[in-house]
C-alpha cells in the first residue's frame, strides 16, 4: 500500500547510505584471494627466473619455459577465480540488500511508518544482476592481473632484467589489482544501496527524491556537488539530467552521492 504523510508538500526523509562495514569485508575477500594468487605467482616465477637468470645474462632465451610457467598459473588462477567469484558476489549482494532495507525500515520507523519488506521480482532481479555484474568484474580483475604479470615476464626475459627488477615489478602489479578491488567494493556498495533502495521506494509509492552530494572524495564532479547544493528534485523512475544524460546518486563510477527520498503527501 503506497505511503502518504499528512503534510500536503510531503516529507523528506533521511537518505540510506551504503555500509563501511560489507564494502570492507567485500574487499577483504577480494584482496585475500588475490593474495594468495599473488604469492604463488611470485615463488613459481621467482624459482623459474633466478634457474634461468644465467642463460638471461647471456642472451639466451628460456622464454618457452617461462611462459609453460606461466600458462600453468594462468589456467589454475583463472579457474580458481570463477570459482570462488560467484560466492563472494553472493555474500555481498545479500548483504548490500540487508543493510539497505534494515536502513529504511529503521528511517521509515522513525517517521512513524512502520514497513515488512516481502521479497519481490523487482528486487530479485536487481540481486541477479549485481551477482552478475561483480562476478564479471572479480574474473576481470583477475585476467588483468595475469596478464600484466605476463607481459612484465616477457619484458624482462627480452631485455635481460634481473630477478630483482621483475620482482619489483610484479610489486607494482599487485598494487594495482589491489586498488581496484577496492575500487570495486566501494562503488559496488554504492550501486547496489542505491538500486535496492529506489526499488523499494517506488514499490512503496515514493515517486520524488532529492539529490544529497557525498561531500566525500578528492576529486568530486562539479556537476554533483551542484545538484546537492541546489536540493535537485527529480523523479525516481527517471533519475536526474545532469551531465547530459539522466542518472541517480551512486551510479557513476566511484560516486558517494545518495537520495533523500519523498514521502507523497495527501495532495500529490
Not at 543493510?99 to 522513525?110: D, T, V, Y
Request: aromatic share 6%; with cysteine; proline share 4%.
Amino acid at each position: 500500500m503506497p505511503l502518504t504523510c499528512q503534510s500536503a508538500q510531503g516529507k523528506r526523509i533521511a537518505p540510506v547510505r551504503a555500509n563501511a562495514g560489507i564494502e570492507a569485508k567485500y574487499y577483504r575477500a577480494m584482496r585475500e584471494l588475490l593474495e594468495r594468487m599473488h604469492n604463488e605467482v611470485i615463488r613459481d616465477l621467482a624459482k623459474a627466473y633466478a634457474k634461468a637468470e644465467p642463460q638471461i645474462a647471456q642472451d639466451a632465451s628460456p622464454i618457452a619455459d617461462m611462459v609453460s610457467i606461466m600458462d600453468g598459473l594462468t589456467k589454475r588462477w583463472r579457474k580458481r577465480f570463477s570459482d570462488d567469484a560467484q560466492g563472494i558476489a553472493q555474500q555481498f549482494a545479500k548483504s548490500a540488500q540487508g543493510h539497505a532495507q534494515r536502513a529504511f525500515q529503521s528511517e521509515l520507523k522513525r517517521n512513524g511508518f512502520t514497513v515488512q519488506f516481502k521479497p519481490t521480482e523487482r528486487v530479485q532481479d536487481i540481486l541477479r544482476r549485481s551477482i552478475a555484474e561483480n562476478v564479471n568484474l572479480i574474473t576481470g580483475m583477475s585476467s588483468d592481473y595475469l596478464k600484466g604479470i605476463e607481459t612484465a615476464v616477457n619484458m624482462s626475459v627480452m631485455n635481460g632484467r634481473d630477478l630483482k627488477s621483475l620482482s619489483d615489478t610484479l610489486q607494482e602489479q599487485y598494487g594495482v589489482s589491489k586498488r581496484r578491488a577496492a575500487l570495486i567494493a566501494r562503488d559496488q556498495n554504492a550501486k547496489a544501496t542505491s538500486a535496492i533502495n529506489r526499488t523499494r521506494q517506488l514499490e512503496l509509492g515514493m515517486t520524488e527524491a532529492i539529490w544529497v552530494h557525498s561531500a566525500g572524495g578528492k576529486h568530486p564532479r562539479p556537476s554533483h556537488v551542484k545538484a546537492g547544493r541546489d536540493k535537485l528534485r527529480y523523479k525516481l523512475d527517471k533519475g536526474a539530467y545532469i551531465d547530459g544524460e539522466w542518472i541517480h546518486p551512486g551510479e557513476c563510477i566511484n560516486c558517494r552521492c545518495v537520495s533523500s527520498p519523498i514521502i507523497p503527501g495527501f495532495d500529490d
